[in-house]
């Protein structure tokens, strides 16, 4: 079995079910890493992506972790502003655990008002708690942005103006600076460290105002892919045109519904502003249930990262903004440690660094490499590109588990269990439409009836023996997605390819050609008459290899 390349780490699972919200956002802008290579992909969709690997310092022989980004933007700072609601409806309910210590108590009432354990303090307290999760990411700033009837971004210095910190940044006080104003803000107020009115509860405008001033302040943050985080527990009206704003800017907007008044269905304004950039919309049942889906949640473009050193890898921790962090254990030497990302798309991506292990008394033998504690060894799945289809989707998946760099499967994943899932477009849930085992040799084969609300495919192998799970896209087929319109005469056949532009097209009747056609942007169209069953396409993909289907 040739060696894999990578996938996915995880199920893809998101905080209960999918829901918009209108409150928090957070914002970020992630670095990009020069000289990493990228592996073409099929899929139109799929955007250049880059992955580093920070400098780990000098660290001795015993644990060492690896970190870095992975990301689809370019640039060389990581912006985040945590955005989130405070209109009326944050008062209730209360008494709920935001602090998540396992009680209710003094601790819950986050921001002082008398008001114990509410909604708003667990938004302020999910905002602090993601942003303790991104204290190592190199190279990232933060900040707050609150809203009700009107919107704000806090101003984090005492002593002039700052709108983005280091996560960590204290400045010489007890708490850092960030977390000082999240607990500042009240209904309708941003206490520090400069006053700022929101206004009230009943103009109805609350998510324009928060999305216009996420995007005037990102707007003022160095290059690099800005990403926000928007809580809330209700809903609003978005405008097209700032709905429009918010799909160019590039920035990247994951949503998070707070209980049964928020809903990520596709009509409302939090499904549409998340899916316009491609991320989530996630419904979150209780808010002491805020603080885990914000930290645990993941890019949506990203699949995993695997970390290989001397041929042991394993896969990454990944936090929602791509940071990345991967467990080594490793004695005394100089080894050069590989980072491949695997995007949604299908793309990959890897990148290198060179890094020393000095030596340490208690520390393993020079040259050893084996995963750090608690860290799970990769996986890949490989997808065969599926054959040629009238369809979108193929319904027949094949193809194979493994290790990368390994060419027998490890004993410890014979007979684990794949999904096959499905999902209408990029940040959607993803749907489980069949499942199996794979056999002694790693392989699977997997069924489904496409629909055509679907457009994405993905095959998950679920986490086994110390080894992570890992997620797969479906290559799209040479020919695909066709559709049949009438016109004077006869019909016009329109089809996906991924062959290049300007490949040859040919449709077929009887051995005699009928019409003829160039590929171009990853279409063709012919044309025909009378019975459509009657034809084939055939297309020469490259090198002289035709690529035939049937109609």
Same mark, same amino acid.
């Given at each position: ?20 919200? @209108? ?45 870095? &980004? ?30 998540? +210590? ?32 991104? /204290?190592? +990411? ?8 609150? %809203? ?14 700052? @709108? ?25 107020? *941003? ?12 103009? !109805?405008?609350? %998510? ?21 985080? %928007? ?29 049964? =008044?928020? &809903? ?44 290989? *050193? ?17 467990? %080594?254990?490793? !004695? ?24 020393? /292990? ?79 085992? *794979? ?19 993905? /095959? @998950?192998?679920?986490?086994? +023996? ?25 019909? +016009? ?17 009887? =051995? ?17 008459? !009378? ?10 993909? =490259? ?9």
């Amino acid at each position: 079995m040739a060696p894999f390349v990578q996938g996915r780490s995880g199920t893809g699972r998101r905080v209960s079910s999918r829901t918009r919200v @209108t409150g928090a956002l957070v914002a970020l802008t992630i670095g990009a890493t020069a000289g990493a290579v990228v592996t073409p992909t099929a899929h139109a969709y799929a955007a250049a992506a880059t992955v580093s690997i920070d400098s780990p310092g000098s660290p001795a022989a015993g644990p060492v972790t690896l970190s870095g &980004t992975v990301t689809a933007a370019s640039g060389t700072v990581t912006s985040v502003l945590y955005v989130y609601d405070t209109t009326d409806s944050t008062a209730a309910p209360t008494h709920s655990d935001c602090s998540g +210590n396992g009680s209710v108590g003094a601790e819950d009432d986050l921001n002082a008002d008398g008001n114990l354990g509410d909604v708003l303090d667990c938004e302020i307290s999910g905002a602090m708690a993601l942003n303790r999760s991104l /204290v190592s +990411n190199s190279g990232l700033q933060a900040g707050v942005v609150a %809203f009700a009837d009107d919107a704000a971004a806090a101003d984090l210095d005492p002593h002039g103006t700052a @709108t983005f910190l280091p996560p960590g940044f204290t400045g010489g006080d007890a708490a850092p600076r960030i977390e000082t104003a999240a607990r500042s803000v009240t209904r309708g107020h *941003i206490g520090l460290y400069d006053p700022k009115s929101l206004g009230g509860s009943g103009a !109805g405008t609350a %998510f324009n105002s928060a999305i216009r001033v996420a995007l005037d302040t990102l707007a003022t943050a160095p290059a690099g892919p800005k990403w926000v985080m %928007f809580l809330s527990d209700g809903q609003a009206a978005i405008d097209d045109a700032l709905l429009g704003r918010l799909a160019q800017s590039g920035v990247k907007l994951r949503s998070f519904g707070i209980g049964a =008044g928020a &809903t990520c269905a596709k009509h409302s304004s939090l499904y549409k502003m998340a899916a316009v950039t491609g991320e989530a919309c996630s419904i979150v049942g209780h808010p002491s249930l805020l603080g885990a889906g914000l930290v645990g949640s993941q890019p949506d473009s990203v699949n995993g990262v695997n970390v290989t *050193i001397k041929n042991v890898s394993v896969s990454a921790q990944i936090n929602a903004v791509g940071g990345w962090s991967a467990a %080594f254990n490793l !004695g005394a030497g100089t080894y050069t440690a590989s980072a491949t990302a695997i995007m949604a798309s299908g793309a990959s991506v890897t990148t290198h660094r060179t890094i020393t /292990v000095g030596p340490s008394a208690n520390g393993p033998a020079p040259g050893t490499v084996s995963p750090g504690a608690g860290a799970l060894r990769a996986t890949v799945v490989k997808v065969s590109r599926p054959p040629a289809s009238r369809d979108a989707l193929p319904a027949k998946v094949v193809g194979r588990v493994g290790v990368p760099h390994g060419h027998a499967l490890p004993t410890r994943l014979k007979r684990s269990k794949v999904l096959l899932q499905a999902r209408p477009a990029a940040g959607d849930d993803w749907t489980t439409v069949d499942r199996g085992r *794979i056999d002694r040799q790693g392989r699977f084969h997997l069924t489904w009836r496409p629909k055509s609300k679907h457009s994405l495919l993905r /095959v @998950t192998l679920l986490p086994r +023996n110390g080894y992570a799970g890992t997620s797969a896209a479906v290559p799209s087929a040479p020919i695909s997605a066709c559709k049949v319109s009438s016109r004077p005469g006869g019909w +016009n056949l329109t089809c996906l390819t991924t062959a290049p532009d300007h490949s040859s097209v040919r449709l077929v009747k009887g =051995g005699a050609v009928v019409d003829r056609a160039r590929t171009q942007g990853g279409t063709f169209r012919l044309h025909g008459s !009378g019975a459509v069953s009657k034809y084939t396409v055939d297309l020469v993909a =490259g090198s002289g290899r035709h690529v035939r289907l049937p109609l």
